[in-house]
């Protein structure tokens, strides 16, 4: 009987997690298919947005997962309109990892060009879980306050795009959109910035046009 | 809560190199977490306590936690500085594009084992 020590490791604890998801990403670099994340508090929006992103989408194949603590709901919602769509129930946890996703898509037979994976519903814990997508949204939707990029700014550190959702609501609510903006920027200078309203369809044709222009960027690159 | 989530995959990346180094059980391991890991120590602690009892190499097991301050490095001038808050300027060319090196992550440092 002897001891080993391991010394000056720095192996992250989400090793496990990064090596899924590096494999994921290899399948969809290789088969050219663009994958979004979609990250938000519940009740932001996620749905409907993407709900109003996919009728410009509609020419694609395009699979839609969505996570949720229980019910198929979110994915109902999606196949009305015409796309596949499969519920990753997580029974209890509060983010998507990269394995629940591998255990989908191993599932799969087809070939897809988008994959938009809506997380499950809160603006913690799904930060800190990369799941091998190309871009990362993350929603603040009107009603929650401005405050919000400082307190959980994993989430806009870790994003492509911030939406900003509801924005029909801004006559009824203190929620100032300029503050809003350069909150987030100062966490992430890079953060492109949407405003939307999925009721009144504003803003959907920007964020369709700008997930179509990195997919064309990214295949550029390959 | 994703404190139980992480602990899980710490427990579970240890676990790995335990396998892999034949060992017999884990007797301590040591951890860095970040100043904007966004992760609570005590519910760590907490949640390795708990998940350390159901599995055999780790029933003896002890958590030490350290806390790793943030480091950046600026892109444009390659100063490395340690940003208190949001925004990460540069102190030096006050540059706002730059590149987290350390800090945000839960990291292991050391593992000790019984071979």
């Given at each position: 009987?002897?001891?080993?020590?391991?010394?000056?490791l720095r192996i992250p604890i989400l090793k496990a997690n990064e090596l899924i998801a590096n494999k994921l990403r290899e399948k969809w670099d290789k088969e050219k298919t663009f994958v979004m994340n979609f990250i938000s508090s519940p009740?932001?929006?996620?749905?409907?947005?993407?709900?109003?992103?996919?009728?410009?989408?509609?020419?694609?194949?395009?699979?839609?997962?969505?996570?949720?603590?229980?019910?198929?709901?979110?994915?109902?919602?999606?196949?009305?309109?015409?796309?596949?769509?499969?519920?990753?129930?997580?029974?209890?946890?509060?983010?998507?990892?990269?394995?629940?996703?591998?255990?989908?898509?191993?599932?799969?037979?087809?070939?897809?060009?988008?994959?938009?994976?809506?997380?499950?519903?809160?603006?913690?814990?799904?930060?800190?879980?990369?799941?091998?997508?190309?871009?990362?949204?993350?929603?603040?939707?009107?009603?929650?306050?401005?405050?919000?990029?400082?307190?959980?700014?994993?989430?806009?550190?870790?994003?492509?795009?911030?939406?900003?959702?509801?924005?029909?609501?801004?006559?009824?609510?203190?929620?100032?959109?300029?503050?809003?903006?350069?909150?987030?920027?100062?966490?992430?200078?890079?953060?492109?910035?949407?405003?939307?309203?999925?009721?009144?369809?504003?803003?959907?044709?920007?964020?369709?046009?700008?997930?179509?222009?990195?997919?064309?960027?990214?295949?550029?690159?390959? | 809560?994703?404190?139980?989530?992480?602990?899980?995959?710490?427990?579970?990346?240890v676990e790995e190199e335990r396998i892999k180094n034949n060992a017999k059980k884990i007797k301590k391991i040591s951890l860095k977490i970040g100043k904007f890991s966004g992760v609570e120590t005590i519910l760590i602690s907490h949640s390795?306590?708990?998940?350390?009892?159901?599995?055999?190499?780790?029933?003896?097991?002890?958590?030490?936690?350290?806390?790793?301050?943030?480091?950046?490095?600026?892109?444009?001038?390659?100063?490395?500085?340690?940003?208190?808050?949001?925004?990460?300027?540069?102190?030096?060319?006050?540059?706002?594009?730059?590149?987290?090196?350390?800090?945000?992550?839960?990291?292991?440092?050391?593992?000790?084992?019984?071979?």
């Open positions: 009987m002897g001891e080993i020590k391991f010394e000056n009740g932001a929006g996620k749905t409907s947005l993407i709900e109003k992103i996919l009728n410009y989408f509609k020419e694609f194949k395009i699979i839609v997962l969505v996570g949720d603590i229980e019910t198929e709901r979110d994915a109902e919602r999606i196949r009305k309109k015409g796309f596949e769509s499969i519920q990753i129930i997580t029974g209890g946890a509060c983010h998507l990892e990269a394995v629940m996703i591998d255990q989908v898509i191993s599932k799969l037979k087809d070939r897809y060009d988008f994959i938009f994976i809506e997380n499950v519903g809160n603006l913690v814990c799904p930060s800190v879980y990369n799941l091998g997508e190309n871009l990362r949204f993350t929603l603040l939707s009107v009603p929650e306050g401005d405050d919000k990029p400082k307190k959980y700014p994993r989430a806009f550190l870790t994003s492509n795009a911030f939406i900003i959702t509801k924005i029909d609501l801004l006559p009824y609510l203190p929620f100032n959109v300029e503050n809003v903006k350069k909150e987030a920027k100062e966490i992430n200078p890079s953060l492109k910035i949407f405003e939307t309203s999925a009721l009144k369809e504003i803003g959907i044709e920007e964020v369709s046009n700008f997930i179509k222009e990195e997919r064309e960027n990214w295949i550029k690159g390959i | 809560m994703h404190e139980y989530s992480l602990t899980l995959n710490l427990i579970e990346t390795f306590e708990i998940l350390k009892k159901e599995r055999e190499p780790f029933k003896e097991a002890e958590l030490q936690i350290e806390f790793e301050d943030a480091e950046v490095k600026c892109k444009n001038c390659g100063n490395i500085f340690k940003p208190d808050d949001f925004p990460f300027i540069c102190p030096n060319c006050e540059n706002i594009y730059n590149e987290i090196i350390k800090g945000f992550d839960i990291i292991i440092e050391k593992i000790e084992m019984e071979i």
